[in-house]
Structures are given as C-alpha cells and as structure tokens.
C-alpha cells in the first residue's frame, strides 16, 4: 500500500523555525512532525511514502534516510517546480502512485497531528464501496473553516460549505483521505484544489463519504496551533503508553522528557512540556506549555511558558519568556532578559528585553 504526504512550500507560518529545516521536519514532541505521520502509515501496512515537496527535497530525503532504514519503509520525492495546490500534487505523482493493483492509497497533510486511525479508516472504505474517504473532525467554530455536510449514519457527503455564515454542521476536513487510483483520472496536472474542486465532484456522484475522526485533531502549522497540539498529543499518550511521560515531585501534568537530557535540582516543569536530547535544564528552572528543543541549555532560575525554544539555544539565568515567544535555532538570550512574544531569528544574541510581541531580525 502507498500514500503520498502533502508537504508543500515554505512553512512561512512557523519561521523562524522554518529557516532552518522544511517544516515537516520541525520537531513535535521530541521527533519530526513527519515522523508522527510516517509511523502510523507504516503500522497500517504502507510499504512506500511519496513526498509532494516544492522545497529543498534533497534536504528531506538526507535527514529521512535513516528512518527509512529503520522503519523499512521506502521514501520517495515527487517536486513541484510550481506550486499546485492540494490535488496538483496528485496528478504530478500519479505514475508513483499507481502500480497496476487498483490498490487505495492515503494522502495526508503534513501539518496535521491526530491519533491517525487508518486502520479503521480502511474498514470504513471498503465497507461503503465508494471512490473517496475524507476523515473529518469536529471543531467548535464551524464557521472559520469549510463544513463537510455528510449523512449521519452511512457518512456520504452531501456538500461543502465554504465558512458558512448560518449553521450547517461542524464537522470540517482534516486533511486525512483514502482514495481509490480512479480519483486520479479526475484531476488535472495543473495548480488546484482537491477540497474545492475534486471532492464536490465526487460528492455530487455520491461516491465520497466521511469519517469522524476519533480522539484528538489539530493543524500544528503555526505557532499558537503547535503549543495546544503538544498539549492533545500528551493527554494523548498518558491515556495510550503513560510509561512514556516524566514523573517526579518536580513534574505537574503531561511532560515529555528526553531520556538524554539532563534536569536539575529544584525545577518545576509542566504541564504540557517537551524537552528534547542533549539539553541541559539548571537548577531551579520553571517550564509550562513549551517545547525545548534538542540541544539547548535553560539556565538557573529562568522561567518559560507558553513559547517554542528553537534548537541549540540557550536562555540566561532569572531570565523569563512567555506569550508565544519563539527562538529561532541557535539563539541566545542573556541573563535577566524578558521576552513577551518575541520571535527572534535564528544565530542572534539578545541582550535586551523584547516588551512586546516583535519579530527581531
């Protein structure tokens, strides 16, 4: 079975992170986004992942060959010289994706974190008979996002609505599908869209149908989305391998702590925390709602929250950062600094305070 991974362009969302590596390639709890994505297709049988990629693929594919080893699965790069939007990418990859099996296939947005329950997913395809399967999730606010309209015992879509002004439902796409080859003689090598152009299509033959997604779901392609992601995902893990999570006096809540990393007397971390291999947390330290990525040093009494400390860096003693603030790799904040929301980017010093939300060049 194959599946291709919409991985796209620049990741502008999340920079400065994304100035240093692709964003599927940007750390989530402790390993490359992607690698969430890629573990859970290969445990549902996947034997071969193509990447829709439009940027530095070469880089991809270095850092993902040790994975492919270890996971004995084959990665492989369909590149975009333009940008083609969410179905583009399919018809570019179509001769990757198709052997002559009339196998399905999955394809995936690379920012989407969830429990990926593809098996189930499978089950759901083959027992509905249709062309298509989207994965739908529900969400509070209907209306900032395009509301599939589906039937609510067999899940045959009806319609989409584009952000509806009155209430239509609130289930919306999340960007998770299982398509048979046929779908790909519906799609043009050309720049367009598999939500606003394929699956109305397939919708109007009744041959697309809807899965609620089970458990949690979030789009962790920009900062604000990534820190309540972290959060889903470790509620997450305490219910599935709780084994997995730090414990202590000084732990409070879900807190995911590399087993390399070093943490020391005094500190107060969590909830919702990860910290990455090789960093370095002195005494008396306070963590809440952040990541702290491979390589960095926290040192004593600072105090982090609700922010995203890029690889490599470092934040100086009684230091305090918070309000979405995010270092950029190899950053370095001196002691009795304040950052409110600084997104600092990468190989700066900063010696000053940052007293309100700016991107410091």
């Not at 990741?11 to 490359?32: I, M, Q, W």
């Not at 893990?237 to 414990?247: F, Y």
């Not at 002691?335 to 010093?349: A, C, M, Q, R, T």
Request: charged share 25%.
């Amino acid at each position: 079975m194959k599946a291709l991974i919409l991985v796209g362009g620049f990741g502008t969302r999340l920079r400065p992170l994304t100035l240093s590596v692709p964003k599927p390639l940007v750390d989530f709890a402790n390993k490359p986004m992607i690698l969430h994505q890629i573990e859970a297709l290969k445990a549902v049988g996947v034997t071969e992942v193509v990447l829709a990629i439009n940027y530095q693929p070469e880089v991809m594919l270095n850092f993902l060959k040790e994975f492919e080893k270890k996971l004995d699965i084959k990665i492989i790069c369909s590149q975009e010289t333009e940008p083609l939007g969410t179905a583009g990418p399919l018809a570019l990859a179509r001769d990757k994706l198709i052997d002559g099996s009339g196998e399905t296939f999955f394809v995936l947005n690379s920012d989407v974190i969830s429990e990926y329950p593809l098996k189930e997913m499978v089950e759901f395809h083959r027992g509905h008979g249709g062309e298509a399967s989207i994965m739908v999730t529900k969400v509070d606010e209907p209306s900032k996002y395009g509301v599939v309209v589906m039937e609510g015992t067999t899940g045959e879509v009806e319609k989409f609505v584009e952000k509806p002004k009155i209430f239509v439902g609130n289930k919306i796409n999340a960007g998770i599908y299982l398509l048979n080859p046929s779908v790909l003689n519906r799609i043009e090598l050309r720049p367009t869209s598999i939500e606003k152009e394929v699956f109305p299509n397939i919708a109007a033959e009744k041959k697309l149908y809807a899965m609620v997604l089970p458990g949690f779901w979030m789009d962790i392609g920009q900062p604000k989305d990534y820190i309540t992601g972290l959060r889903l995902y470790l509620d997450f893990l305490r219910k599935q391998s709780s084994s997995k999570l730090a414990s202590g006096s000084h732990i409070i809540g879900n807190v995911l702590v590399d087993e390399s990393a070093e943490v020391g007397d005094g500190c107060l971390i969590g909830p919702d925390v990860a910290i990455g291999p090789g960093c370095i947390i002195e005494s008396g330290v306070r963590l809440s709602r952040c990541t702290v990525m491979r390589g960095v040093r926290i040192k004593k009494h600072a105090c982090i929250s609700s922010s995203i400390i890029g690889w490599h860096s470092t934040v100086g003693r009684w230091a305090r950062v918070e309000n979405m603030t995010i270092l950029g790799e190899d950053v370095h904040l001196g002691d009795e600094v304040y950052s409110n929301g600084g997104v600092v980017l990468p190989h700066k010093e900063i010696k000053s305070s940052i007293l309100k939300p700016e991107i410091v060049m």
